[in-house]
């Protein structure tokens, strides 16, 4: 093998371990891949030190080759953070070269993960550090929605119980001025306003979701309500509504405030109403939750069934037959 | 229009090819998940009704070969053969940097029984013994054992999902020979699952987190039920007519404040809510023909993947409420915007294929009954006849089905 670690004096004394796939023996591989020579070569030498469990600096520097390569290899991170702790590295450094690798590698997920496993050492940071969340708002300016960095951040609220920090909520206020789309910013909202805070709650859902004994009904009600929390919430969601009437998310996160809260839909009805006149339509959303609200009441079934009929034909023709499924439902009940 | 055909003949090609050839050098970044690819290659086959009479018998039997060789010692199946320094240099403590991994483990186990194996050779009792290792206090289990059999891998229904496939695959419905080994917590695995709902109906991998549809396909919940309805809403509403970001010329006279630079804002002004609500101009009525195609998102407000067709399908289809969707503008919008020339599908309008997208958007189009296309079993993503072999294997004795495997796990 004639490469980068063949020809490196720092490694001489290691015999690479080959790829062995079976071709030897009277087997096929599946899926194989042709493989970049580097990424030939760097992985054989990484099984050559992984084999001799080394905790070394030469086998950190290796893993960084390796990583380059295939960001999503699932031991050689375990690796690295082991061999981190090992040898009492710097985190501050590895977390400023995994910003570097976070910034090129935008949807990987093994990234992330590293970061909460280093994180999450209390003796290294006992407090979130200063940048940590800067460096966030870097990453949802290259991509606001992406999932890792969004799932990352769920951790650090409750690692850190940063719930009611103000910066939580500012950052989630700028996302939403920049994207009144942006799902994962709605979320992340409902998660700091209405998450369980307990320790001992293993990260429950929806408050008492995951309780067997709770009705269905009483899913995630809390039990204590702030009242005016929940009304600023409602309003803040109708602020959003009149912007993009037609964006499901603030409906929906108003739903969820409303369940939250113990309190039925039809406190929307009046707000939703002023978007339907006749078959004038301002929002779907809008004409959906209000169907809702009259199918909960018997005597108005058939008002229900006239505003889906007018989704289902008239504005929202892709889910016809959904319609025609809730349009079912109520005819049934009536 | 031209009649839109599904290319039987380009998609078996296809994956031929991905399974006589090797992979270009772009799937490096997923070497890792090469238990996975293996799934894709050789399921898409069986799909196609290409694999048994495009491969031979000892064909077969070598890939089994393989996969038993991707079987570590101490049972389970590590994601790929680069992880393997060789069994004679195995010991205590490096034995962690080869682990077996869950998602691997299921899908190593699939692929056998694609392939016609009896999963004989696998060491069945040995991977059962693993599994509660792996499943955390609050029921959700991980991707592997870690230095110290320490859990590794975030909290995620993936896993979850996969572990149980394990567990049905190899316990069966009464755990025949088995019945000695400590099963895993189901109650609360199931809560778990449970939590994952969010507030708008989806499930998220994990509590709180926003919901995605690659985890929505576990399946517990009862018809007519309050978290069952809001996550067939929730699924439906994932259809989308927003094919392409970038592509303005894209139907999308519902939206005509899309985003951009110049997006609405949250800013405070004045004006009370009322007046502006007044001021809001009304929704123009569509016609059958405004929106010619419809694929699916995974997250709201998100355009079109390929995908997501066969996630929220799959899930739509183990509820029993395939019937929501628009299959018509489903299929239009696979055939015509992501079906490949060379065969495959790729992820969004105009992307060369890929082993994922091609695979799921094919399977998609199975759920929907397309012509060439075998029957396939929604849970376990492969042919009946696999699922007939699974039915025959000695610890299954009755036919599974989605009902059973939700039977199962209740």
Known sequence: MDGQYANDPEWADVTPIPLDDGSNEEVMPLASIAYPPEYIEATSYLRAVMAANEMSERALKLTQDVIALNPAHYTVWIYRAKILFALNKSLEEEMAWLNKVSLKYLKNYQIWHHRQVLMSSREHFPTIPPKELDFLMEMFAQDSKNYHVWTYRHWLVRHFKLWDSPREIEDIDALLKADVRNNSAWSHRYMLRFSPREEDVPDSGLANAGDMSTTPADKGRLAIVDEDMVDAELEYAQKAIVLAPENRSPWWYARGVLRAAGRGLGEWEEFAGRFVEGDAVKSTHAVELLAEVYAEDGEKGQKAVDLLTLLKERYDPIRKNYWDYRIKQIEVDV | ?410
């Open chain 2, 1 to 410: 229009m031209a009649e839109l055909s599904f290319n039987t003949e380009r998609h078996v090609k296809y994956y031929l090819r991905c399974l006589k050839t090797f992979l270009p050098g772009a799937y490096t970044s997923n070497d890792s998940n090469r238990m996975l690819l293996a799934f894709f290659i050789i399921s898409g086959l069986d799909i196609l009704g290409a694999l048994e009479n495009k491969t031979t018998a000892e064909e077969r039997q070598v890939y089994i070969d393989w996969l038993y060789r991707c079987q570590v010692p101490t049972g389970g199946f590590r994601g790929f053969s680069g992880t393997d320094f060789g069994e004679e240099r195995r010991n205590a403590d490096n034995e962690a940097w080869d682990p077996a991994n869950v998602p691997a483990t299921f899908f190593a186990l699939v692929n056998l029984l694609i392939l016609g194996d009896d999963l004989s050779a696998v060491k069945r009792r040995e991977r059962l013994q693993w599994l509660p290792k792996l499943q955390r206090v609050d029921g959700s289990f991980g991707e592997l054992l870690g230095p110290g059999e320490r859990i590794e891998g975030d909290r995620d229904l993936r896993y979850c999902c996969c572990a149980a496939g394990i567990r049905y695959l190899l316990r069966g419905k009464h755990g025949k020979d088995v019945e000695d080994v400590k099963d895993i917590d189901v109650p609360k695995l199931v809560s778990f699952i449970e939590a994952c709902q969010a507030y708008d109906g989806g499930m998220a991998e994990s509590p709180f987190r926003e919901p995605h549809t690659d985890t929505a396909s576990f399946q517990l919940l009862s018809p007519g039920s309050e978290e069952f309805e809001t996550l067939v809403a929730w699924l439906a509403s994932r259809q989308t007519g927003e094919i392409d970001s970038d592509d303005e010329e894209e139907e999308d006279e519902e939206e005509d404040e899309d985003s951009g630079a110049e997006g609405p804002s949250l800013q405070e002004d004045g004006g009370s809510i009322e007046q502006k609500i007044l001021s809001l101009p009304n929704l123009t009525p569509l016609t059958p023909d405004s929106i010619p195609c419809a694929g699916f998102n995974g997250r709201c407000n998100k355009v079109a993947d390929t995908c997501y067709s066969f996630w929220n399908g799959a899930t739509l289809m183990i509820l029993d409420r395939y019937s929501v969707v628009d299959d018509v503008r489903n299929r239009r919008y696979l055939l015509e915007k992501v079906q490949h020339l060379v065969g495959g599908f790729g992820k969004a309008a105009g992307d060369p294929p890929d082993l994922l997208h091609s695979f799921f958007g094919m399977v998609s189009l199975a759920f929907q009954g397309e012509a060439s296309l075998g029957c396939v079993d929604p849970a376990l993503v492969t042919t009946e006849r696999v699922t007939r072999h699974l039915a025959a294997l000695p610890w299954h004795e009755q036919a599974p089905s989605a009902e059973a495997w939700k039977e199962v796990h209740l």
